[in-house]
C-alpha cells in the first residue's frame, strides 16, 4: 500500500506534527485576532462611531425615502435627459481619450519592450502618481483651469483614468507570449514590426474589454464629479437635493441606474464578442 492510499488516521499517527498546529501558532492566530479586534475597536472610538446616531440615520433614510416616492420628474424630463446625455458623453469621450494618450507611453513602462529600468522607473513612477490623485481632485483642478462644465469633466476623467491605463495596458503588454514575437523577428522584422504584428494583436481584445469597462465605471465617475460643477447628471442631482425636491431626485438616481444596466449589458456583450474573435483568430 502506497502513502498516498494510506488511512488518514494512520497519516496523522505517523506524522502527528503535520496535522496538528504547534502552541505558538495557535498564539501567533490569537493574537493576530485580538490585534485585529483591538483595531477595530479602536477606529470606533477614534471615528466616534455610536449605535445612536446611526439608528437615528436610519430613520432619517427611510423618511427621505419614502419622500422619494413615486418618482417624479414634473416638467424638467426632457433637461434631465440632456444631463443624461453629457454624463454619457463624458463617461465616453474621457475614457478614449485616456486610452488614446496611455497607449504609447505604456509601452515604455512595459519590460518587454524597455528592457532598461533606468528608462522605465520614471514611466512608472510617473503613472503611479497621476493615478494616486483621485478623479474628484482633478475634477476640481479642472474647473479651476478651465472653468465649470462638461470639459472639465472629460479632462478630470481623462487624466485619471490615463494613469490607470497606463499601468493596465503595460502588464498586459508584459504578459503577452513572446513566441509571435520571436517570429516576427526571425523573418527579419525590426522593433516596430515586433509590437505592431506580434504583441498588439494578442493585446489588444484585454485592451478592448478594459476600455469597455471603464467606460461602465466612469457613468458613475462622471455623476459624481458633475456634482461639483463639472457638468451632467450629477449637476441636476446636486441642485435637486439642495431645495429637497426628492421626487426628483429619485428619478434621477432612476435614470443613472438603468443607464449604467444598459452599458454593462452592452458592454459585457461587446467583451463577449471581441474575445470570441479574438480567440478564433488565435486558432
Not at 456634482?227 to 432612476?254: D, F, H, N
Amino acid at each position: 500500500m502506497t502513502q498516498a492510499t494510506r488511512d488518514p488516521a494512520q497519516l496523522m499517527a505517523q506524522y502527528p506534527e503535520l496535522f496538528q498546529a504547534s502552541n505558538s501558532a495557535r498564539l501567533k492566530t490569537l493574537a493576530l485576532m485580538l490585534a485585529a479586534f483591538g483595531l477595530f475597536l479602536f477606529g470606533c472610538w477614534y471615528l466616534e462611531f455610536s449605535l445612536d446616531r446611526l439608528m437615528t440615520g436610519l430613520r432619517q433614510l427611510g423618511w427621505f425615502v419614502m419622500l422619494m416616492i413615486p418618482p417624479d420628474p414634473g416638467s424638467s424630463l426632457p433637461i434631465y435627459l440632456v444631463a443624461m446625455g453629457e454624463t454619457l458623453s463624458i463617461a465616453f469621450l474621457g475614457t478614449l481619450l485616456a486610452a488614446l494618450l496611455a497607449l504609447p507611453v505604456s509601452l515604455l513602462a512595459a519590460r518587454n519592450i524597455i528592457p532598461s529600468i533606468f528608462l522605465r522607473f520614471p514611466v512608472r513612477r510617473f503613472l503611479d502618481s497621476i493615478r494616486g490623485i483621485d478623479t474628484l481632485i482633478w475634477a476640481l483642478v479642472w474647473i479651476n483651469v478651465v472653468g465649470l462644465g462638461p470639459f472639465a469633466g472629460v479632462l478630470a476623467i481623462a487624466t485619471s483614468d490615463f494613469g490607470a491605463f497606463g499601468k493596465l495596458f503595460s502588464e498586459a503588454i508584459e504578459g503577452a507570449d513572446r513566441k509571435q514575437v520571436e517570429g516576427i523577428r526571425a523573418s527579419g522584422g525590426n522593433k516596430l514590426h515586433e509590437i505592431r504584428f506580434g504583441l498588439m494583436p494578442q493585446v489588444l481584445p484585454v485592451l478592448a474589454g478594459q476600455i469597455l469597462y471603464f467606460i461602465e465605471s466612469n457613468t458613475r465617475s462622471a455623476t459624481i464629479i458633475g456634482i461639483v460643477g463639472a457638468g451632467g447628471i450629477g449637476l441636476q442631482l446636486a441642485e435637486q437635493i439642495r431645495v429637497l425636491e426628492w421626487q426628483k431626485v429619485s428619478t434621477l438616481i432612476l435614470m443613472i441606474l438603468i443607464a449604467v444596466a444598459v452599458i454593462d449589458f452592452i458592454s459585457s456583450w461587446l467583451r463577449f464578442a471581441i474575445i470570441g474573435r479574438a480567440g478564433e483568430a488565435r486558432t
